[in-house]
């Protein structure tokens, strides 16, 4: 629904992001959920080609039942959105999709830990990285693991939760 302060913030970077004028072309959701993010970014980049994963399979039926609710068309074009079950990256139409300009991740702190080297490896020189479902204590450790990569923005706090932002170098 964007209620809760990981999504809301993810969908106010998102927002900010189109006003300063970035364009992003490749776009991937990873752990999509109900697709609200990726849904978010398709409105916001209509040319754009999006993909989103999530590692379950009940997330993906309710990902594609949301997208005939709210318009949005399925497929790999410009202006669509595939849907994959896969977790972190290493579904073939994942890797095969990137490098992306804009990766964004709402999973968990360990998991994002875990996938920083693959997601380096995934997002283009110049592309951002959105990272959330972090908890204020877990931040400075998800950030280290993606240091050698990225340039961060400042990070920021909602509640409990912290939002994370990088340019690849």
């Given amino acids: 629904t964007g209620h809760h302060e990981t999504t809301a913030g993810c969908l106010a970077l998102l927002d900010r992001l189109k006003s300063t004028g970035r364009r992003y072309r490749q776009i991937a959701d990873i752990g999509t959920g109900t697709g609200l993010l990726a849904f978010a970014a398709l409105a916001l980049w209509p040319r754009a080609r999006a993909i989103a994963s999530d590692i379950d399979p009940l997330a993906i039926e309710v990902a594609e039942q949301n ?6 068309t399925l497929g790999t074009g410009p202006g669509r959105l595939e849907l994959v079950i896969a977790a972190g990256l290493v ?6 999709r990137a490098p992306y300009d804009l990766l964004i991740a709402n999973i968990l702190a360990n998991p994002l830990i875990e996938l920083a080297g693959d997601f380096g490896g995934r997002v283009k020189p110049g592309g951002r990285l959105v990272l959330t479902g972090i908890l204020s204590e877990q931040a400075q450790a998800v950030q280290a693991a993606y240091q050698p990569a990225f340039d961060f923005d400042p990070p920021v706090h909602d509640a409990e939760w912290v939002l994370l932002a990088a340019t690849k170098r």
């Fill in 67 to 72: 997208a005939v609710i709210n318009s949005i």
């Fill in 91 to 96: 579904h073939r139409r994942l890797r095969a």
